[in-house]
């Protein structure tokens, strides 16, 4: 048993690790073409990956917790470490997707919006942290996932029409629906199964398909 | 002629001043950008503030330098561009 949970802890730790250095890998590798350009575009992108770094952090320190001391997720809410620690994941999860959403329909929406998701966020993490219930933390991200697709396939096809070309719109969204998963992977213990390994493959395919890109384009 | 985007405009104004010996004076700067005073005095100001280009007093007079800065944004140009074209920013 002893066993299982250190190989647990060492899987979760190893994945988080990988996600963080691709993350800051991409958020420090893309530093150049945003000093030379001061893009928004190439801002919210790399801002999109230093906060899915701060969430995959925060993930595996309450993954941590949660094997280390045999704790369900919501048993050590009143703890302050806890607390925090999965107010800030839920926080910065969700910035990271917002991020990404507003690099690609920044110039689309007029004004400055990303003070709307900061409040949003924040609004999804105080009430995931109130709430405590894993259905209703999961039903939020769901209708978040639903208008996520929506928008970003409408860009897609937007894009399409501008010009020919290969766009990452497909992983952005495989991103959003694995994000989904981290989330219940996070809040109802043991809810992947025999699949968690596969999933963490999968998610990390595509943390390394968008780093390739990253690469291949900003050299 | 499709309208330029900011990043073409300042990169045609760099290769304008480098194609010329890096040393060209404002006016004819101004005419080979192809933008109006005001709207080259915008992209001009951005361009001193950072820092990719500088003012330099001659025995001609008054002329304007790529920086090492300005340099790299023109080697850079092509990734830039391809960059934002790859993840639609």
């Known amino acids: 048993m002893q066993y299982l949970t250190q190989a647990s802890i060492g899987t979760e730790i190893l994945y988080s690790f990988v996600i963080i250095a691709i993350s800051l890998i991409i958020y420090f590798g893309t530093k150049e073409l945003y000093n030379l350009t001061s893009h928004k575009g190439i801002k919210y992108f790399r801002m999109a990956f230093l906060f899915f770094a701060i969430a995959f952090f925060f993930r595996s320190f309450i993954k941590f917790l949660i094997l280390y001391f045999d704790l369900e997720i919501f048993d050590f809410n009143l703890q302050m470490v806890g607390m925090v620690s999965f107010l800030i994941f839920m926080y910065a999860s969700s910035m990271a997707i917002f991020y990404l959403l507003y690099s690609v329909m920044w110039k689309k929406w007029t004004g400055d919006k990303i003070i709307i998701f900061h409040i949003l966020a924040a609004i999804i993490a105080v009430i995931a942290l109130l709430v405590r219930s894993s259905a209703i933390i999961l039903l939020i991200h769901i209708i978040l996932f639903i208008f996520l697709a929506i928008v970003t396939l409408i860009s897609y096809y937007d894009s399409k029409k501008r010009r020919k070309g290969q766009h990452l719109h497909g992983v952005y969204i495989l991103l959003f629906a694995f994000w989904i998963l981290n989330i219940i992977d996070l809040t109802i213990t043991n809810a992947l199964g025999t699949f968690q390994i596969l999933i963490y493959l999968a998610s990390l395919s595509v943390f390394l398909a968008i780093l390739y890109k990253v690469i291949q384009k900003a050299g | ?89």
């Open chain 2, 1 to 89: 002629m499709t309208k330029r985007s900011k990043l073409e405009i300042v990169r045609d104004i760099l290769k304008t001043v480098q194609t010329n010996r890096n040393s060209i004076k404002v006016t004819p700067l101004i005419r080979k950008s192809n933008l109006s005073s005001a709207r080259f005095s915008e992209y001009f100001n951005e361009l001193l503030t950072k820092g990719f280009i500088i003012e330099r007093i001659e025995k001609s007079g008054k002329v304007i330098v790529v920086t090492e800065k300005g340099f790299r944004y023109l080697e850079k140009y092509q990734n830039i561009v391809g960059f934002i074209e790859e993840f639609d920013l």
